[in-house]
């Protein structure tokens, strides 16, 4: 198949199995306002991170990487009532767009955005000694991955799911000699994933469509 059909098939299914959402829609039209990058997960993807919160009956979800909150409230939607989700954000005009875009949700309430560097807000879950969380995703700046992967799994227990977001960049992750921050830190956090194999048990789901070739890191905790 030709690669620019992979987009029409991903519509295909968004079609079918992904219904319009006024509430969704309405986040994508904001955030393009007010010209947040066009990082969101797809609509797909969307429902991929929520069903896996279902199937894994999530009460906890840890998100590293607000951008406008769509993939927050597609995580919030498959909470329980007295489910909640604490999502990062380093970037203060995104946190701004990401409440808004929270506030006019159904979720509110079970939503917590914590605007500031990913790495002291975690460090500061860590020493509040918060509840291990049940799912954390982490869809950040990439070169700081590594480092994520050390702090999150202090804030996880045995079965936590741990899902890392673009780790095949469009096939670059097997170029040994780039330099791009991005796929360098993508690299040592999938060395990393393999150095604590005696903690965690992972694999790669690669990816095609309206977002290109790339791909999900999953991990359980043993």
Same mark, same amino acid.
């Given at each position: 198949? +030709? ?42 993807? %969307? ?6 919160? +279902? ?43 990401? +409440? ?8 509110? @309430? ?20 918060? @509840? ?11 070169? @700081? ?12 227990? @045995? ?7 673009? =780790? =095949? ?41 309206? +977002? %290109? ?10």
């Amino acid at each position: 198949m +030709k690669q620019e059909n992979y987009g029409e098939v991903e519509n295909y299914f968004i079609q079918h199995l992904v219904k319009e959402d006024q509430e969704f829609s309405e986040i994508l039209i904001n955030n393009k306002k007010h010209h947040l990058p066009a990082h969101d997960v797809s609509p797909l993807e %969307g429902k991929f991170l929520y069903l896996l919160a +279902k199937i894994k009956g999530a009460k906890r979800i840890l998100e590293i990487g607000t951008l406008g909150a769509y993939s927050t409230i597609w995580f919030a939607k498959a909470l329980p009532v007295d489910g909640r989700i604490i999502t990062l954000e380093y970037d203060e005009k995104h946190a701004i767009v990401a +409440k808004e875009n929270i506030e006019k949700s159904s979720y509110q @309430s079970q939503i917590e955005l914590i605007q500031g560097r990913a790495r002291s807000s975690l460090e500061n879950l860590i020493a509040q000694k918060v @509840s291990p969380f049940d799912l954390i995703f982490i869809d950040a700046d990439k070169a @700081s991955n590594p480092e994520y992967l050390v702090l999150v799994l202090q804030l996880a227990k @045995s079965g936590t799911v741990i899902v890392g977001d673009n =780790v =095949v960049r469009n096939g670059e992750i097997i170029n040994s000699f780039s330099e791009d921050p991005s796929v360098v830190g993508i690299r040592r956090y999938i060395e990393g994933l393999d150095h604590v194999q005696h903690e965690l048990e992972s694999t790669v789901l690669q990816t095609v469509g309206i +977002k %290109g070739y790339d791909g999900f890191s999953i991990s359980v905790v043993r």
